[in-house]
């Protein structure tokens, strides 16, 4: 069974840094197609950046230049650094395999305070 597990969320000044996690079990990271997406209150979710079982990303225009996915094949777990953080950044952050099926973590809050 899939389970994906993010953490890492926080309330950050504007201009800080986190890093989210995503844990995955039930599949292999390194050979799947992940991505983090974030819903903002009263909006609709949104897509934020993906990685690639070969290791290519791709981001939102929004954030590239600010955050960065990566992935440590050892931990199974794929990360979402979020630098250079905006009010606008403020949102609940979801991981989600790519690859196959609907499978979602449970999101983490971001909040980031001017």
């Known amino acids: 069974q899939v389970q994906l597990v993010e953490s890492g969320g926080g309330l950050v000044q504007a201009g800080g840094s986190l890093r989210l996690s995503c844990a995955a079990s039930?599949?292999?990271?390194?050979?799947?197609?992940m991505g983090w997406y974030r819903q903002a209150p009263g909006k609709q979710r949104e897509f934020v950046a993906t990685?690639?079982?070969?290791?290519?990303?791709n981001y939102a225009h929004y954030v590239e230049g600010r955050f960065t996915i990566s992935r440590d094949n050892a931990k199974n777990t794929v990360y979402l650094h979020l630098n250079s953080l905006k009010t606008e950044d403020t949102a609940v952050y979801y991981c989600?395999?790519?690859?196959?099926?609907?499978?979602w973590g449970q999101g983490t809050q971001v909040t980031v305070s001017s």
């Open positions: 039930g599949i292999f990271l390194s050979i799947n197609d």
């Open positions: 989600h395999l790519l690859s196959y099926g609907d499978y």
């Open positions: 990685i690639t079982s070969g290791g290519f990303t």
